[in-house]
T-cell receptor, first 116, second 114 residues
Framework: GAGVSQTPSNKVTEKGKYVELRCDPI?????LYWYRQSLGQGPEFLIY????????DSGLPNDRFFAVRPEGSVSTLKIQRTERGDSAVYLC??????????????FGPGTRLTVL | KNQVEQSPQSLIILEGKNCTLQ??????????LRWYKQDTGRGPVSLTI?????NTKSNGRYTATLDADTKQSSLHITASQLSDSASYIC?????????????FGRGTSLIVHP
């Protein structure tokens, strides 16, 4: 595709429910990143994939958060037992080469998650 | 702890005026620094990138400077336009074991009035 796409654009759920957020990176980009952005804050790093494997998941806040990228392309961020504090915009980004911080990350528009 | 601090938090200027946004960081060992522009409801878009050996980089009306000794960067916007209204985020990357570990600032919210 022309850019990084994320679905859904908005997700409203109830406390305790399970949600999945999807990211389609730019075709051919091997590196994929998930971030969380709260209102008035900068993006907070969650996890980084190099191909199919999670190269760095140090930003995941707790074990309710999990992400997969089974075929090295599309990624899904999964949140179990959602809490109100999980409400934020979840951004996905991809870049051409893995493990190189010089490579520009291209961001998707984000998924706005609201936990009631 | 690696931190990126930006100032001011918000800024309102008139169309056509210039402005400068500041970024101070404590990230070490330093790899590179990027400035991103984030329009409301959109993902950030990279404006400039600088490594420790570069002290200035321009992209149209945007000019970024970097002083790696004092760990300060600035983004200067010349002849502002209404479309410059956005959040500007400073991002510093840590060189650590080949893994990309970015630290984002909170951003400066810029509003350009006609």
């Amino acid at each position: 595709g022309a850019g990084v796409s994320q679905t859904p654009s908005n997700k409203v759920t109830e406390k305790g429910k399970y949600v999945e957020l999807r990211c389609d990176p730019i075709s051919g980009h091997t590196a994929l990143y998930w971030y969380r952005q709260s209102l008035g804050q900068g993006p907070e790093f969650l996890i980084y994939f190099q191909g199919t494997g999670a190269a760095d998941d140090s930003g995941l806040p707790n074990d309710r958060f999990f992400a997969v990228r089974p075929e090295g392309s599309v990624s899904t961020l999964k949140i179990q037992r959602t809490e109100r504090g999980d409400s934020a915009v979840y951004l996905c980004a991809s870049s051409l080469r893995p493990g190189q911080s010089y490579n520009e990350q291209f961001f998707g528009p984000g998924t706005r998650l609201t936990v009631l | 702890k690696n931190q990126v601090e930006q100032s001011p938090q918000s800024l309102i200027i008139l169309e056509g005026k210039n402005c400068t946004l500041q970024c101070n960081y404590t990230v070490s060992p330093f790899s590179n620094l990027r400035w991103y522009k984030q329009d409301t409801g959109r993902g950030p878009v990279s404006l400039t990138i600088m490594t420790f050996s570069e002290n200035t980089k321009s992209n149209g009306r945007y000019t970024a400077t970097l002083d790696a000794d004092t760990k300060q960067s600035s983004l200067h916007i010349t002849a502002s336009q209404l479309s410059d209204s956005a959040s500007y985020i400073c991002v510093v990357s840590l060189a650590s074991g080949g893994s990309y570990i970015p630290t984002f600032g909170r951003g400066t919210s810029l509003i350009v009035h006609p």
